[in-house]
């Protein structure tokens, strides 16, 4: 990992902890950004935490950049030297895959896909090496995932599966981005899966749909009402499979401010983690089942 | 007390100085694109500068006015009428209960700003009343305003005809407009011939242009500097490990058609970006229209901080004028 810093105009400066993708450099980045948090720098006024990097904005009327950048560097150091733990929450995210509506519109834009004669599931499943549809989801939904990111847009959630490099999922984006995508669809591209929190434009591969809205900026929904988005980075999820009529089910508890996201706090070690991942993995879900 | 909306034009929203402090969220800070034109007619109309007042693009909207008040318009160039009768942009116009104010076809600028003494009192949502229409966010609904729609306002007389902002202080861009640009972030990524381009060609202004970005097209494709791509940025050349994306930067997906993000900027995503525009040129985008010529021009810091302090003199200009 080499860390690397530029300025984003004289409003910004980004820090990229790694080129690649790993849990090693989301930590190192979560735990820089919260030492720019604790620090008060004068002159801050975003912190924004990302995958494998992350960005200051400030105000050069009160510091200058060069003086702001002297600032967050000294916090590398310290920051590199810090447990790599959190006290966070498993949250359980249903999904219903290969639904009709994700399907509707991915075979609105095959022609931007790199596969036309597939659907995105079928040529995940297949670029990565599993037989079946039905693998791939195993694969998918089996380990957990954290939240390495909040943003695109509104509360939109970049998840990195809790796994080791060989068994990541790795899927391109579209060829051209889609104009549309439908609310809550699950997307993967790169190797992140993430939540289309709201309607809109999208190039991630298209998988299915959760029916736990994740954002309602008129805070309705039941588990909404005290912050309008659900997820901060540094959440754990797991993803839960399910059927059509689960679904509906499940969007009549919504719509009827029943539904109650499964969810427990945990607290979570990248070393013991990274020392037998699958256990701790299973540690994590029994959290979530309550034993 | 307000204004009933006859004629909404085109994608009229509410703004105001914006909604910093949820980036992190991939909440964007919203407000005015051209903030120097938003802070002019505020102070016209003897408004504080951050008030809410309405963002129209290309066309103007239709609007009258239930009581006495003042308004001003700042931005584009483009006819204004009261009741008819043509009023002048960049000053106080007096306005009675009744009164209409419509606009006639754009003429140069893109983006006009209308302040109303009191400014418009919607709901503020994350100490905002910005509209940010992408996540249903402030303004009116989160989304723009509509025929029909009875916009609430401050309310007082205001002080009425005779302020106006000095012709040597407005702002405008040019022709080519100029925009300045700190290279960095991914800059690396380009080839340095990729890079000599950028700023020799003359790019124009695509249709895709909106509050979220402006994208260019017209300049020479991007060859980039050739590697293995990092595990997680994805197959193509322009993709990184998704990252934060400033205001301002430019990404230009597969090398083709540079993108400038504005106030309503997506906050992260997997494109390479090559640098920034400066802050003191970002209300200048908001004033430009499709197809208008456009160069690039590479500047570094220094210039940058002092562009943003000739920026902070105008504004000190604008404010003694109408002290």
Redo the contacts between chains.
């Keep these: 990992m080499k860390t690397r810093y530029s300025f984003g105009g004289d409003e910004h400066i980004f820090v990229e902890v790694d080129e690649e993708m790993s849990l090693n450099a989301f930590f190192k980045s979560l735990s820089m950004t919260n030492a720019v948090r604790e620090s008060q720098i004068k002159g801050v006024t975003e912190i924004c935490p990302a995958n494998a990097s992350f960005q200051i904005k400030f105000d050069p009327d009160v510091i200058h950049p060069d003086d702001m950048l002297k600032e967050i560097k000294s916090l590398e150091t310290a920051a590199e030297k810090a447990d790599s733990t959190l006290n966070t929450r498993i949250v359980e995210i249903p999904v219903y895959y290969q639904d009709p509506w994700t399907h509707e519109t991915l075979m609105r834009f095959r022609e931007r896909h790199q596969d036309p004669n597939s659907t995105d599931i079928e040529y995940a499943a297949s670029i990565n090496g599993f037989s079946t549809v039905d693998d791939f989801i195993a694969a998918h939904s089996g380990a957990p995932w954290f939240v390495s990111m909040v943003g695109f847009v509104s509360g939109l959630p970049f998840l990195y599966q809790m796994v080791d490099r060989p068994r990541q999922i790795e899927v391109p984006k579209y060829l051209r981005p889609r104009t549309d995508t439908p609310k809550l669809t699950v997307g993967y591209g790169g190797c992140f899966s993430c939540i289309y929190s709201v309607r809109g434009a999208g190039g991630y591969q298209m998988f299915g749909v959760t029916p736990m809205p994740i954002f309602d900026p008129k805070q309705e929904t039941s588990y909404l009402k005290d912050f309008m988005c659900f997820f901060t980075p540094g959440d754990i999820v797991k993803w839960k499979p399910i059927d059509r009529d689960e679904y509906d089910a499940n969007v009549a508890d919504v719509d009827a401010g029943k539904f109650v996201p499964r969810m427990a706090d945990v607290s979570f070690d990248l070393a013991e983690f990274n020392t037998d991942m699958n256990s701790y993995n299973a540690k994590l879900e029994e959290a979530l089942n309550g034993h | 007390m307000g204004i009933k909306v006859h004629n909404p034009g085109l994608a009229t929203t509410i703004q105001d100085l914006g909604r910093?402090?949820y980036?992190?969220?991939?909440?964007p800070i919203s407000g005015a694109m051209d903030r120097f034109a938003m802070r002019a007619a505020n102070m016209l109309v003897g408004n504080d500068e951050g008030a809410a007042g309405l963002e129209a693009v290309f066309m103007g909207p239709e609007l009258e006015f239930t009581s006495d008040c003042t308004v001003a318009v700042c931005g584009a160039d483009m006819p204004i009428k009261l009741d008819g009768e043509e009023r002048a942009g960049w000053s106080s116009i007096a306005v009675k209960a009744g009164q209409v104010l419509s606009f006639d076809f754009l003429k140069t600028g893109a983006r006009i700003y209308i302040a109303v003494s009191g400014g418009i009192t919607v709901p503020e949502?994350l100490g905002s009343r910005s509209t940010?229409a992408?996540?249903?966010?402030g303004g009116v609904d989160?989304r723009p305003i509509a025929a029909g729609d009875d916009l609430p306002t401050g309310g007082d007389a205001g002080p009425g005809d005779g302020r106006g902002v000095p012709e040597n202080l407005r702002r405008a861009p040019g022709n080519p407009a100029e925009l300045r640009v700190?290279p960095?972030?991914y800059?690396h990524r380009i080839t340095d011939q990729a890079g000599r381009n950028f700023f020799e060609d003359e790019w124009k202004v695509a249709p895709e242009a909106d509050r979220m970005g402006y994208r260019f097209r017209g300049g020479r494709p991007m060859e980039f500097v050739e590697r293995k791509q990092?595990?997680?940025?994805?197959?193509?050349p322009s993709?990184?490990?998704?990252?934060?994306?400033?205001?301002?930067?430019i990404q230009v997906p597969g090398g083709t058609e540079p993108i400038v993000l504005h106030r309503d900027a997506?906050?992260?995503?997997?494109y390479f970006?090559l640098?920034?525009?400066?802050?003191a040129d970002m209300d200048l985008i908001g004033q430009l229209q499709p197809h208008t010529p456009s160069k690039f021009v590479k500047v570094d810091?220094e210039t940058?901080?002092q562009a943003?302090r000739d920026r902070?003199a105008l504004l000190d200009q604008v404010r003694a004028a109408l002290d």
């Design positions: 910093p402090g980036f992190h969220l991939g909440i949502y940010y992408i996540g249903a966010l989160g700190l960095g972030l800059w990092p595990f997680g940025a994805g197959s193509d993709n990184i490990v998704d990252g934060c994306y400033s205001y301002g930067s997506v906050s992260g995503g997997g970006m640098g920034t525009v400066i802050s810091m940058a901080l943003r902070h």
